[in-house]
């Protein structure tokens, strides 16, 4: 990336491989602003093939560089979720307004058909991993039928905030489902497997206080935040114009609306030059110290960094904090039962495969379920789930 788009573009990077097999952690992160050095410090998901988008900078609770969030087992799940679905209803958008008839798009009038752009998806690999979310989906589905298991609104909620909670924060998830082009109404589906396995397992699923306190002394260090500051800038290519704008200010001049006006940070520009928290090592070094050196409400001198001359003004402030085994408690039962869940599905879905009909004509591939005495396949249709109020 160059450094002009360094300065003003932030990366939004999700990797993933082409067999949608989780091989690590997810990693959405926003970097790099005008003065923004973030520290990747997590493990991404490793993959064959990119997704980024770049955008002028408009988001600076993430550009911000909040001290990183694990992402642990339930990130893996959130982007199995967000990335089968994306997949799913690419290929569910042909079964409406005509299946594959009509027209995707058009170049200089030449028409470019939606079967044209289902054979490339099919081609691309995508349409065959569509198909195997499709059965998994009916095969749980199934078995949920059978064990007379229903699933409420407020379970599908649940499971939602789950995969919010593993993204980090509420905005980072609807960064996700707008990076995708998705809304929360395509993760229906999906959510409700998540739902439907987590009762299909509850019974297997057993979190002790040992295995809590084990989990809190290995990721103590991940629970702590580092002392963190809030602050606006103005920044501006010369130190006279530095100097113009911090008269300005001391003669009663709005900060925001000043940065609004002249700051070159197209990035916060737009929010009064608002970087929201950010700790230490995420800011380039002048810009750190002086910010660090700031009471609340106080205002920098112009501050020279290799983009140019920052006014600071700092506007809040967190101290560093480490939360007790008590205080997270909740938060680690549910991420370990995320990770038996995960791991308990494997094999759940697994046995399912074995014990089932599959037919899957996008492969030609048919698995026959074991029969009993008379020759008849051990199972049989179910009804497609429904959810309960």
Same mark, same amino acid.
């Given at each position: 990336?160059?450094?002009?788009?360094?300065?003003?573009?932030?990366?939004?990077?999700?990797?993933?491989?082409?067999?949608?097999?989780?091989?690590?952690?997810?990693?959405?992160?926003?970097?790099?602003?005008?003065?923004?050095?973030?520290?990747?410090?997590?493990?991404?998901?490793?993959?064959?093939?990119?997704?980024?988008?770049?955008?002028?900078?408009?988001?600076?609770?993430?550009?911000?560089?909040?001290?990183?969030?694990?992402?642990?087992?339930?990130?893996?799940?959130?982007?199995?979720?967000?990335?089968?679905?994306?997949?799913?209803?690419?290929?569910?958008?042909?079964?409406?307004?005509?299946?594959?008839?009509?027209?995707?798009?058009?170049?200089?009038?030449?028409?470019?058909?939606?079967?044209?752009?289902?054979?490339?998806?099919?081609?691309?690999?995508?349409?065959?991993?569509?198909?195997?979310?499709?059965?998994?989906?009916?095969?749980?589905?199934?078995?949920?039928?059978?064990?007379?298991?229903?699933?409420?609104?407020?379970?599908?909620?649940?499971?939602?905030?789950? $995969?919010? #909670?593993?993204?980090?924060?509420? +905005? &980072?998830?609807?960064?996700? *489902?707008?990076?995708? =082009?998705?809304?929360?109404? %395509?993760?229906?589906?999906?959510?409700?497997?998540?739902?439907?396995?987590?009762?299909?397992?509850?019974?297997?699923?057993?979190?002790?206080?040992?295995?809590?306190?084990?989990?809190?002394?290995?990721?103590?260090?991940?629970?702590?935040?580092?002392?963190?500051?809030?602050?606006?800038?103005?920044?501006?290519?010369?130190?006279?114009?530095?100097?113009?704008?911090?008269?300005?200010?001391?003669?009663?001049?709005?900060?925001?609306?000043?940065?609004?006006?002249?700051?070159?940070?197209?990035?916060?520009?737009?929010?009064?030059?608002?970087?929201?928290?950010?700790?230490?090592?995420?800011?380039?070094?002048?810009?750190?110290?002086?910010?660090?050196?700031?009471?609340?409400?106080?205002?920098?001198?112009?501050?020279?960094?290799?983009?140019?001359?920052? $006014?600071? #003004?700092?506007?809040?402030?967190? +101290? &560093?904090?480490?939360?007790? *085994?008590?205080?997270? =408690?909740?938060?680690?039962? %549910?991420?370990?039962?995320?990770?038996?869940?995960?791991?308990?599905?494997?094999?759940?879905?697994?046995?399912?495969?074995?014990?089932?009909?599959?037919?899957?004509?996008?492969?030609?591939?048919?698995?026959?379920?074991?029969?009993?005495?008379?020759?008849?396949?051990?199972?049989?249709?179910?009804?497609?789930?429904?959810?309960?109020?």
């Amino acid at each position: 990336m160059s450094e002009e788009n360094k300065r003003f573009n932030e990366q939004d990077e999700v990797e993933t491989n082409s067999n949608n097999t989780i091989e690590g952690q997810e990693e959405i992160e926003t970097s790099k602003d005008i003065y923004y050095e973030k520290k990747q410090n997590e493990t991404s998901i490793e993959s064959d093939a990119d997704i980024e988008n770049e955008a002028p900078v408009n988001n600076q609770a993430q550009a911000a560089g909040a001290a990183p969030k694990r992402a642990g087992v339930g990130g893996w799940v959130a982007s199995a979720i967000l990335l089968v679905a994306l997949i799913v209803v690419s290929i569910k958008a042909f079964s409406g307004g005509g299946g594959l008839s009509g027209e995707a798009a058009s170049v200089n009038g030449v028409k470019i058909s939606k079967a044209d752009l289902y054979d490339t998806l099919v081609k691309g690999g995508n349409g065959e991993s569509a198909v195997e979310g499709l059965i998994t989906y009916e095969l749980v589905n199934q078995e949920a039928q059978k064990k007379g298991i229903t699933v409420t609104d407020a379970d599908l909620n649940r499971e939602l905030d789950v $995969i919010k #909670k593993s993204m980090g924060s509420e +905005e &980072a998830f609807q960064q996700a *489902l707008q990076q995708y =082009k998705m809304t929360e109404a %395509d993760l229906h589906p999906d959510l409700l497997e998540q739902a439907q396995l987590r009762k299909l397992l509850s019974d297997q699923i057993k979190i002790t206080d040992e295995d809590i306190k084990s989990y809190y002394d290995e990721n103590k260090a991940s629970f702590s935040t580092e002392e963190q500051v809030r602050a606006s800038h103005i920044l501006v290519a010369t130190k006279e114009e530095a100097d113009a704008i911090e008269k300005q200010l001391k003669d009663g001049a709005d900060f925001a609306a000043l940065a609004k006006e002249k700051s070159l940070d197209t990035g916060s520009k737009a929010n009064g030059g608002d970087l929201d928290f950010f700790s230490k090592g995420n800011m380039v070094q002048e810009f750190e110290s002086a910010a660090f050196s700031l009471k609340v409400g106080e205002v920098s001198e112009p501050v020279k960094s290799e983009y140019g001359y920052h $006014i600071i #003004k700092v506007t809040d402030r967190k +101290e &560093a904090s480490s939360p007790t *085994l008590e205080e997270k =408690k909740a938060d680690i039962t %549910d991420t370990l039962t995320s990770q038996k869940i995960y791991t308990l599905s494997q094999t759940l879905i697994s046995d399912l495969r074995s014990q089932a009909k599959i037919v899957n004509n996008l492969t030609a591939d048919t698995a026959a379920a074991p029969t009993n005495s008379t020759g008849d396949a051990t199972t049989g249709d179910a009804p497609a789930a429904t959810t309960g109020k």
